[in-house]
């Protein structure tokens, strides 16, 4: 069983930056999938269990981006 | 002695791109120092002596962009 979560998140324009997040959220536990495309924000998340939407915002910070929340 | 030569790129969007642009130009022998801005595509790079654009254009391409021309 796997939860699939989309989150809107500001700033990227490129594909370095799509690799930019998804390696970040890659690393939050039970993460088993990240798709992110800059050109519409989202970013799309498969994991073991439900997120904590503040992991996520870290993650995506640590990144150099801003979560908007869940799209 | 050092040249400097201000070239025009297509395509880098972020720190991302003015990065992998940097990196690869930065591996053209002579070339001592690179100063890529996104958002006005130019490229600025000192070398030992003057560079053959053909060798600027293969790295810029390298990179994924593409070298318009000199600024």
Do not use: F, N, P
Request: proline letters at 0%; one cysteine or more.
């Amino acid at each position: 069983m796997s939860t699939v979560t989309t989150y809107k998140v500001t700033g990227m324009t490129c594909g370095h930056c799509e690799g930019a997040v998804t390696g970040e959220i890659s690393e939050i536990e039970g993460v088993t999938s990240v798709k992110a495309v800059a050109s519409s924000g989202e970013v799309t998340v498969t994991s073991a269990a439900e997120l904590d939407d503040e992991a996520v915002r870290a993650a995506v910070d640590e990144a150099g981006y801003e979560l908007v929340g869940r799209a």
